[in-house]
């Protein structure tokens, strides 16, 4: 194969390797002999493969040559020298021998001949992780078939222990293999057996709570491997660590989607990127962004203790582990603090103004601990609920953000005909406000907490993610 591009700088040819060293004396020979003028460099590059789209009916449509190197680039591939010839019935391109099978599985893909395929790594197990793996059983041969898109789980890591494997793991009995064979969990392991050679698109989804996780995106995002979570620890750390990982996310190849971390599984952060990219003025935006709190402020009427209320939804899954992260309102300052630098705010969760409900002293200690002390300040509460109801308001637990006045988390009261006051269970409602929706806040409202919807959002990302990848779901 011969390349030379149309400035007549560099000539490439590719040769099988066991003739490279003849060929390249035999070259520099030639030169010599000829005192030819103008040579500056004379290189062997070995380890190179050839890859080839060969069809007839190549000629004349646009678009082959595209989607063969958008597949490439897509799956990370560098490609060193291309040639096609006038007839178009044949691009070649000479790319690294080690991306080769990665590179013919893109390709095969990106023209429709065979499967995507992703190759997944979940760490989390939990509440969320685990719902999503059902889902994912439930639906990945119905995706295979209807649509091409081939989801492999290869790695699954609890804190201490994980499961690898080569071949795609079995998801109806990932618990079993779990708990008998195990081996210590170990995030470099997990990532090098996600990220393999032989699958074009590598995602590790991230359905921990832990910051050390968070703190691993953007080494993953680096070596090319894509990024999904409901975890907000990532997001609301330094700005400098998010301006990084929103900047890798746009400009390199590896996608970072976190559509979960604020409202689960509700178009809320897509909404708001639709407003501000398309030219909307954002006012404020206002909303109960805890589906804990939600649920809490929704059956607290004063009819039981609120310490009950609480420890019910711990037992559900709609609190966080630690329901404390909910009650002082660390989990909606978050979300603020997500919310706001998506506008462009540069918010930083210690500057925010939290003012929370864990009573002061019971900031420590074991979460059952705190429950059942909880129950000595249930009279406090009972009176914040009754001043309300005689005012015809209700309690409702709020993060605000305005670009012209600023942040803020608290407990507020309102009418019992504001938008606010309607919602049921674990209900997450935001009100944008904004140039054009102005009088008529643009309002989105539904459940926003519990495992189900939460991995069904996670789900929804990575369904995104591969079709950012080129599958036509
Ligand atoms: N639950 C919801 O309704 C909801 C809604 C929106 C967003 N989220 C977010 O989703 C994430 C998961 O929530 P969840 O309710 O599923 O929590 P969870 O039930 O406590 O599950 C957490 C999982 O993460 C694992 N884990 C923790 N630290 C780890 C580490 N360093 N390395 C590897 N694995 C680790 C735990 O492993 P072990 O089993 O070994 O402890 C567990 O499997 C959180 O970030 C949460 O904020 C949850």
Not at 55 to 61: A, K, N, Q
Not at 270 to 293: A, K, P
Request: hydrophobic share 40%.
């Amino acid at each position: 194969m011969i390349s030379q591009g149309s400035s007549e700088h560099s000539i490439c040819f590719a040769i099988p390797q066991n003739q490279a060293l003849l060929a390249s004396s035999t070259i520099k020979t030639v030169f010599e002999t000829e005192r030819t003028r103008g040579i500056q460099t004379l290189e062997v590059t070995e380890s190179c493969t050839i890859l080839a789209v060969v069809g007839d009916t190549m000629s004349g449509t646009p678009g082959v040559a595209a989607s063969f190197f958008g597949a490439l680039a897509r799956a990370g591939v560098n490609v060193r020298a291309i040639a096609q010839g006038s007839s178009e019935r044949n691009i070649s391109v000479v790319i690294d021998e080690a991306d080769a099978a990665k590179a013919l599985r893109a390709a095969h893909a990106g023209f429709y001949l065979s499967k995507q395929t992703l190759s997944i790594g979940l760490i989390g197990p939990g509440h969320v992780g685990s719902a999503f793996l059902d889902q994912l059983a439930g639906r990945s041969e119905w995706l295979l078939e209807e649509f091409g898109v081939d989801l492999r789980v290869r790695a699954i890591c609890a804190t201490k222990k994980m499961i690898v494997d080569q071949a795609p793991i079995e998801l109806s009995s990932w618990r079993e293999r779990l708990d008998e064979e195990a081996i210590p969990a170990d995030l470099d392991e997990l990532a090098a057996y996600v990220h393999t050679e032989s699958v074009p698109h590598a995602v590790i989804i991230d359905c921990t709570a832990s910051e050390n996780i968070g703190s691993r995106y953007l080494d993953w995002l680096s070596a090319g491997i894509h990024v999904i979570t409901p975890n907000k620890k990532a997001n609301t750390g330094t700005l400098d660590y998010y301006r990084s990982l929103r900047e890798h996310g746009r400009r390199s190849d590896a996608h970072y989607l976190y559509e979960t971390t604020v409202g689960a599984a509700l178009p809320i952060l897509q909404t708001l990127r639709d407003l501000v990219q398309t030219g909307d003025e954002i006012q404020r935006i206002e909303g109960i962004l805890s589906g804990t709190l939600s649920y809490l402020f929704n059956s607290f009427d004063g009819t039981k203790p609120f310490s009950e209320i609480v420890r019910q939804a711990w037992e559900m899954g709609y609190t966080e582990p630690d329901p404390r992260e909910d009650l002082s309102g660390l989990d909606v300052g978050r979300k603020v603090v997500i919310l706001a630098r998506e506008i462009g705010m540069d918010l930083d969760l210690s500057d925010l103004e939290i003012d929370g409900l864990v009573p002061e002293g019971l900031e420590d200690g074991s979460v059952n601990n705190f429950l059942d002390r909880l129950e000595n300040h249930d009279d406090e509460m009972a009176g914040l609920v009754e001043g309300a109801t005689s005012r015809g308001e209700v309690l409702r637990f709020v993060g605000s953000i305005a670009p012209e006045e600023g942040c803020s988390v608290a407990l507020r009261s309102y009418p019992t005909d504001h938008p606010f006051a309607r919602i049921h269970l674990t209900d997450n409602i935001v009100q944008f406000q904004t140039a054009r929706y102005n009088d008529n806040p643009l309002v989105v409202q539904g459940p926003g907490a519990g495992p189900e919807v939460t991995a069904g959002g996670v789900f929804a990302d990575l369904l995104r993610l591969a079709s950012n990848l080129g599958a036509t779901l």
